[in-house]
């Protein structure tokens, strides 16, 4: 499905073109688009992008092997239905959550949105924000007011089932007022042939979201996800995420513990095979003092799947009493899957907890061996290990709903690739 | 049942089993007894078919049947069992998810009907009951946080559930409080039919005072190097391995 796709063709698409957005929204992609032209697509001579070269997988002519997944499934939530990157708005059901288009919010000239849309936790530097602020049209915008719970979860689908010419780029925009509460589900599935998904998330004092991004690409598609957010004071971001891999996958938690206590929690889990390309990295910044986030990302990989963790913790100075915590561990089913990881720690506090794992190991052979001794055939027996590898990251989901979703997702993929992971090569 | 023949197995390229030869016929017990390393675990790891033990020469019969290419699978479908010497825990694993998943596993292998849950539930929990294994343990990930007995125990709770043709015993003694053996001798005496064999390792000759076998063997240096009645059981715990040993040598 993918065509190959350059920083000239990115900036051709990018200019001379009318969207009938107001001045601030266009104000703010020319800067993002002369951003994006002088650093162009990101390559491996980035550290950042050392183990994803974005440049490289864009040059490539991809083909589809296999028959193209499609977006988990979410009855019961408020949807936002994106086609091809296209909303879809005779099929969701946003607005009974509050939410707006973002081509609503770009359009007006004094949308109480402006300064928030790339404006959350700004990075310096990063030529894919840039990119997809100069090339925003689709997305969703929404605010939750002050002490209201959103009843249902906000489900936003991103479906890429036919070939889309040049990249498509989604931006959306969460706002958590004091005290507000919600959970957003975000679903991904088929081959963009390339796609940038931003979302940010501003959650105020005392708020509370549910994150959960499930990724279910074919082998042929290309994507870079970027979540950002700015964590107020004790307000707390949990977050699960699940990633199949793709020709390119890549998401970046970049989140910013901006009020005092307060946390976040990730837990992410990537199983990818085929030569299929998986990349979780997560720049999280302790901003002021008291705050605590939690990171544990799992991978199994088979194969010749390749999976990244770049995970870096940033402690500002005067960030005292910081507790942070992360661990990686990735699987390797075959011995031509490659997996890295690479922790950073950046710390300019003296009173602070750190810690830090990182494992990378095959299947224990005994435990494989004593089920196949009990009857339990060898690709259900690494089903059942495999599942027990994603157990404590599955429990660490505290709503039950979610929980059997993730779980599900998980078996889903078991159940689906069960071939291809027990021929161990 | 169970016909080893002239038996060669090596490990990473080391030769541990060298000229076994072992005949079980259907319901009798044997016991294997023999000093540390001798390869009594090698025996049986090789008669469930664990990769890496490879057999070099001769060969294994169970049931008239070649078992050498089979993987343990197949093999455990096919009625072999091993209570493992050295029990795995495997943690995210439910006791009970697992003992469903091969009770169910087997079922299918041998083209039988699966259990349902309610049926399941109810072997499960009388079978438990015989071997005092309690409801809270079996929701525990497997073995995980389990007594070195308990985990014996649970061994012989998957055989009860499995009903074995040939059950291999790897040292399922060793660790086990007099109460427990004899729990565990129960639930074995219990299994005990005329189409069922038993294997037994043991170092102490205690328990065959509670599973009576009809024959012993001594394995040393990867053979079978002398066998006889219970008798043997009683003289080497009096003599000693060299001194038994050294007469047959
Ligand atoms: N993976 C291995 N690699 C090399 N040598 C091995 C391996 N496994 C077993 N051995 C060797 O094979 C020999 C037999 O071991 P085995 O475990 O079968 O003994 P055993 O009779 O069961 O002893 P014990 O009474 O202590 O349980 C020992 O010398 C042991 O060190
Ligand atoms: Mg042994």
Request: aromatic share 6%; with cysteine; charged share 25%.
């Amino acid at each position: 499905m993918g065509d190959a796709i350059s920083t000239g063709s990115l900036l051709e698409t990018a200019t001379g073109r009318n969207t009938g957005a107001a001045d601030w929204a266009e104000a703010l992609r020319d800067r993002s688009r002369a951003e994006f032209a002088a650093l162009g697509l990101p390559n491996r001579r980035l550290e950042a992008w050392r183990y994803s070269d974005l440049a490289r997988a864009l040059s490539e002519t991809v083909r589809e092997t296999g028959s193209l997944p499609t977006c988990h499934d979410m009855p019961g939530a408020y949807s936002a239905i994106f086609e091809n990157g296209i909303l879809d708005e005779t099929q969701s059901s946003f607005r009974e959550a509050g939410a707006l288009p973002l081509r609503q919010i770009l359009a007006d000239p004094a949308s109480p949105f402006v300064g928030h849309i790339g404006g959350v936790n700004p990075q310096d530097d990063h030529p894919l924000l840039s990119l997809n602020t100069a090339l925003m049209e689709e997305g969703i915008v929404l605010r939750v007011p002050a002490g209201t719970t959103l009843e249902q979860p906000l489900h936003l689908r991103f479906d890429w089932q036919a070939d889309t010419i040049g990249g498509r780029h989604l931006r959306v925009l969460i706002l958590l007022e004091e005290g507000a509460k919600a959970t957003l589900v975000e679903t991904h599935g088929g081959s963009p042939s390339f796609a940038t998904i931003v979302t940010e998330v501003r959650l105020a004092k005392n708020s509370e979201l549910t994150h959960v991004r499930l990724e279910r690409l074919g082998s042929s598609g290309r994507q870079s996800a970027m979540t950002l957010g700015e964590i107020g004071a004790s307000a707390r971001y949990r977050a699960f995420y699940l990633s199949e891999g793709g020709h390119f996958s890549r998401h970046e938690a970049l989140l910013k513990l901006a009020g005092e206590e307060a946390q976040a929690d990730i837990e992410g889990a990537s199983l990818a095979t085929g030569t299929r390309h998986c990349d979780n990295t997560t720049i999280i910044t302790h901003a002021v003092p008291h705050t605590t986030s939690q990171q544990s990302f799992r991978g199994v990989l088979s194969g010749r799947a390749r999976g990244a963790y770049q995970g870096c913790i940033r402690v500002a100075p005067d960030a005292q009493g910081t507790d942070a915590r992360q661990m990686s561990r990735a699987l390797l089913l075959s011995h031509r899957a490659e997996a890295a990881t690479k922790p950073e720690l950046e710390i300019f506090a003296d009173d602070v907890k750190c810690a830090h794992g990182a494992t990378i190991g095959e299947l224990d052979a005994d435990a494989l061996f004593f089920l196949r001794a009990r009857g339990i055939p060898e690709a259900e027996a690494l089903s059942i290990l495999i599942e027990a590898f994603f157990s404590e990251s599955l429990a660490m989901i505290e709503n039950d709903h979610l929980r059997g979703l993730a779980t599900d997702a998980v078996q889903d993929w078991l159940s689906s690739h069960a071939s291809e992971v027990s021929s161990v090569e | 049942m169970l016909e080893i023949n002239d038996l060669h197995v090596s490990v990473h390229g080391k030769d541990i089993l060298k000229g076994l030869s072992l005949t079980v016929p259907p319901g009798e017990v044997h016991a294997i007894m023999g000093p540390n390393g001798a390869g009594k675990s090698t025996t049986s790891y090789t008669l469930a078919g664990r990769d890496g033990y490879d057999v070099t020469q001769g060969s294994i019969r169970f049931k008239g049947e070649d078992m050498v290419p089979l993987p343990p699978e197949e093999r455990a479908a096919k009625g072999i069992f091993l209570a493992f010497q050295y029990p795995l825990e495997i943690p995210g694993v439910s006791t009970l998810t697992f003992l469903k998943s091969a009770v169910n596993a087997q079922a299918r292998l041998r083209g039988e009907k699966e259990l349902d849950a309610v049926q399941f539930l109810k072997l499960i929990r009388e079978t438990a009951k015989g071997l005092n294994i309690s409801e809270e343990m079996l929701k525990r990930s497997l073995n995980v946080g389990f007594s070195g007995g308990e985990k014996k125990r649970n061994e012989v709770l998957q055989m009860a559930l499995l009903k074995p043709s040939l059950a291999i015993l790897d040292e399922t003694d060793s660790g086990l409080d007099i109460d427990a053996m004899k729990l565990v001798a129960e639930g074995v005496n219990a299994l005990r039919a005329p189409d069922r064999s038993f294997l037994v390792i043991t170092h102490y000759q205690r328990l065959l005072d509670y599973i009576v076998p009809d024959h012993i063997h001594i394995l040393a240096g990867g053979r079978i190097v002398k066998s006889g009645d219970k008798s043997l059981a009683l003289q080497l715990e009096e003599q000693g391995y060299d001194a038994v040993i050294g007469k047959v040598a």
